[in-house]
């Protein structure tokens, strides 16, 4: 086996675990009968002006990482934290938004991350950043291709 093919299948490895993870993760906020169609990885942060602050302590100034998933009912986004002794993943319910109540999902890109607002008919906003480039603008056609399926106007 050569050097390319284990690194190949250590990485596809580590990946369908992260995967499995995160679906457990998800799927533990899941109604009877919903299904997972889709997710992406997402994170809040404090604006950069306060996070150089000194007298802020790191501890606040630490992002929030969300996992925002697609069902086929609605938007669902679970907080995901990590704790510091055992190592533990867990996920708490943050939010979610039904399908029928999302006006439209603003993917904006940068250099190197991307974000996504969601804005929903009841004026909310709920905006997420530091995803991975290509993240928001996958996570914003999801949307729209399943409300789209479901008889829902177009995102």
Request: with cysteine; aromatic share 4%.
């Amino acid at each position: 086996m050569s050097i390319q093919s284990m690194v190949r299948e250590a990485v596809s490895e580590s990946i369908n675990e992260s995967n499995n993870e995160f679906t457990r993760l998800v799927g533990e906020h899941l109604a009877a009968g919903e299904s997972l169609l889709g997710f992406q990885i997402g994170e809040k942060r404090l604006p950069f002006v306060v996070r150089i602050l000194p007298l802020v302590p790191d501890v606040l100034t630490r992002p929030k990482r969300f996992m925002l998933a697609v069902t086929d009912r609605r938007i669902l986004i679970v907080q995901v934290s990590k704790s510091l002794l055992t190592r533990k993943v867990s996920g708490r319910h943050a939010a979610d938004v039904p399908l029928s109540d999302v006006q439209s999902i603003v993917p904006a890109t940068g250099r190197l991350t991307s974000a996504v607002t969601i804005h929903t008919r009841q004026g909310r906003k709920l905006r997420y950043t530091g995803m991975l480039q290509p993240a928001a603008e996958c996570f914003a056609r999801d949307v729209q291709t399943i409300r789209q399926g479901c008889g829902g106007s177009a995102v």
